[in-house]
C-alpha cells in the first residue's frame, strides 16, 4: 500500500447517476415508485458502470417541491417504502461496489414541518426562532429564486402578525441558521443518514443555506460550512459533500474553503455547463475552454462535478443575456420550452434535435472534461422530456425501461403514475433500456463504453488540465496528465469532418496514441499526429511510452 493511495478519495474518479426513486421503479403497482423497484435495478446501474448513486429527496414531504420540502429529515416518504426497504437498497448498493450519496436539504422545511407548525403558534413558542421573522415586511424584499411563481421572500404568518423568510416557494420557510438548536439539528440529521451507511451528501442551495439571516450577526458565514466538514469528517472519513453552488468561479473557490479544502468537497461546475451549451450552440469550443481555463485551482482532495442536465430548468442565468439568447434560439426556440428567463425545461437529445452525432459528442464530453461526471437517469437511453407537464417537471418522468406504454416503469393504470411519459418520438416505445440493451449501436452501450474507459483512466479526475495546439477553431483537444499517464481527447463541435494537425511536442519520439474508443495506434512522429475526426465526431487516446506498463 501507498501512503498516497488515490483510491481513498474515491470520488475523485467516481462516476455519479442522480435519481428520484418516486420515478425509478414502481415494485408495487401503485403507480410510484419505490426503494423495492430499485433494489431491483441496482444491477442495472452496477452494469451500466456507475459507481455512485445520488439519491433524490425521499423524507417524508407533502411533495410541493418534488420532496425538496421535507416534514421529517429522519423519515422515509411512506410512498417510496420504509427504512427496511432503504437499507435493503444500501446493501445490494455496496455488495455492487456502489456508495450512495443522499440529498441534504436543510436551507429550509415545509411548512408542514412539525418545527414550524410549532413556531407559527405564538411568538413566544420554543421553535419560533428555528425560522426568519420580520415584524414588517423588510424593505429589500425581492421575487424568489422562482420567478413568476413567487414575488416576494416574505411571507405574512396570519396569526402572529409576522413575515418569516422563504428563499424558494412560500411553503419552504428557510430555518434560522444563527440558533445554535437549529445547527445541531443539522449535524444530527448528518449523522443519522451517516450512520444508516451513505457516503455523503448533495448539499441542496448551499449560498442560501450559509447566508446570515436578516439582522443576525453570525460572524463568517462559512464557519458553519466548516463546522458540518469537520463533523462528517469525524463521522466518516469517506464522506464528501457535493454542493450545489451556482456563483461565478471567484465564489465557489471559497465555498470550497479556498487552497486547504475544508468546506464543500465537491461543487458541481455550473458555469461550465452554460458555457458548454454556448459552445454548441456557437458549434465553436471557445467560451467552454475559457471557463475551464477560468476554473480556479483547488486543492487535490477537492473536485469538480460535470454534468449537461439535472433535475431542474437547465439555468443559463450566468450568460450575458445576448448569450443566453444564442442558446434560446438554438435549443429553445419556442418559448414554451423556457423557464423564469433562465432556463430550458427541455432534455438533451430534443435539444440537439435527436442528431446522434452531437448526443453522443457531448456525453464524450461529460466524461473526458476534467472532474467527476454526474449523469441524470435517462440521459444514457437518451430520454427527451414530456413537454405537455409544465415547468421543471418535464423532465421528471418516468425511467423507461421498456416499449410498453408506462415504459414497464409500473403495472398500474396509465392514469395513475406520478407522472405520464413522454408520447412523442421519445416515448418509451422508441427509447428503452431493453430495445438498447441488445443494440451494440445504441447510445446506452455507447454510454457504457465511456464510463468503463473513464475508469481506466483516473488521469480525467486527476491529472493537470491542457488544451492542446492544433489548427482547427472548432475542435477542443485537451490532454490530463498527472504520474500514472497523459489522457487525451478531441472533440469536433462542427458539423463539417475535419483533419486535425495536433502537436504533443513534450513527448518522447518513441511514444505512441493509442485509440480508447477504437483499434488505432499512431505514432506520435516527433510531437505531430494527425487525427481524423467525423462531423461533431469526438476521439479519447492515451499517450503510451514504451514500458509503462499500462494495458493500452
Ligand atoms: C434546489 C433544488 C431544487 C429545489 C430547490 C429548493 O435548487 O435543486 O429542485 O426546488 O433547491 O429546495
Known sequence: MRITDTSDLWWKTAVVYCLDVETFLDDNGDGVGDFAGLARRIDYLADLGITCLWLMPFSP????????????????????GTHGDFVEV??????????????????????????????????????RDYYV????????????????????????????????????????????????????????????????????????????????????????????????????QRRSSEAVLLGEVNLPYRQQFDYFGGAAGSELTMQFDFIGMQSLY?????????????????????????????????????TLDKLTEKQRNEVFEAFAPDESQRIYGRGITRR?????????RRIRMV???????PGTPVLFYGEEIGMGENADIPGRSSVRTPMQWDATPTGGFSSARSSRLVAQPPGDGYAPEHVNVVAQRDDPDSLLQHVQRL???????????????????????????????????????????????????????????????????????????????????GAYGYRWFRVSRPGDGRLG
Not at 417541491?65 to 421535507?70: I, L, P, S
Not at 407559527?120 to 421553535?127: A, E, T
Open 348 to 356: 438533451v437529445p430534443p435539444m440537439l434535435e435527436g442528431d446522434p
Open 133 to 232: 421573522w420580520s415584524k414588517t415586511k423588510p424593505k429589500n424584499d425581492a421575487p424568489t429564486v422562482f420567478p413568476g411563481e413567487e414575488s416576494s421572500m416574505w411571507e405574512l404568518d396570519e396569526k402572529t402578525g409576522e413575515y418569516f423568510l422563504h428563499s424558494f416557494y412560500r411553503h419552504q420557510p428557510d430555518v434560522n441558521i444563527a440558533n445554535p438548536k437549529v445547527r445541531n439539528e443539522i449535524a444530527k440529521a448528518i449523522g443519522f443518514w451517516l450512520q444508516m451507511g451513505v457516503s455523503g451528501f448533495r448539499v441542496d442551495a448551499v449560498p442560501f443555506l450559509i447566508e446570515a439571516p436578516k439582522d443576525t450577526e453570525i460572524g463568517d458565514p462559512h464557519e458553519f460550512l466548516r463546522d458540518i466538514r469537520r463533523f462528517l
Open 61 to 80: 414531504s407533502p411533495d410541493r417541491d418534488d420532496g425538496y420540502d421535507v416534514t421529517d429529515f429522519y423519515g422515509v416518504d411512506p410512498r417510496l
Open 451 to 533: 464510463i468503463a474507459r473513464y475508469r481506466a483512466s483516473a488521469e480525467i479526475g486527476w491529472g493537470e488540465f491542457e488544451v492542446l495546439e492544433h489548427d482547427q477553431k472548432a475542435v477542443l483537444a485537451h490532454s490530463m496528465r498527472s504520474d500514472i499517464g497523459r489522457f487525451v481527447a478531441l472533440h469536433n463541435f462542427a458539423e463539417r469532418p475535419m483533419n486535425v494537425q495536433l502537436r504533443l511536442d513534450d513527448e518522447a519520439e518513441d511514444a505512441n496514441l493509442v485509440d480508447l474508443l477504437g483499434p488505432e495506434r499512431m505514432p506520435l512522429d516527433g510531437g505531430h499526429v494527425s487525427v481524423e475526426l
Open 363 to 369: 456525453y464524450s464530453l461529460l466524461f473526458s472534461l
Open 90 to 127: 444500501m446493501r445490494t448498493a455496496r455488495d455492487r461496489g456502489i456508495r450512495v450519496i443522499v440529498d441534504l436539504v436543510v436551507n429550509h422545511t415545509s411548512d408542514r414541518h412539525p418545527w414550524f407548525l410549532e413556531a407559527r403558534k405564538s411568538v413566544d413558542n420554543p421553535y
Open 278 to 314: 454556448l459552445s454548441l450552440a456557437r458549434r465553436d469550443p471557445t467560451a467552454l475552454i475559457r471557463a475551464l481555463r477560468q476554473r480556479p485551482e483547488i486543492a487535490p482532495e477537492s473536485q469538480w462535478a460535470n454534468f449537461v442536465r439535472n433535475h431542474d430548468e437547465l
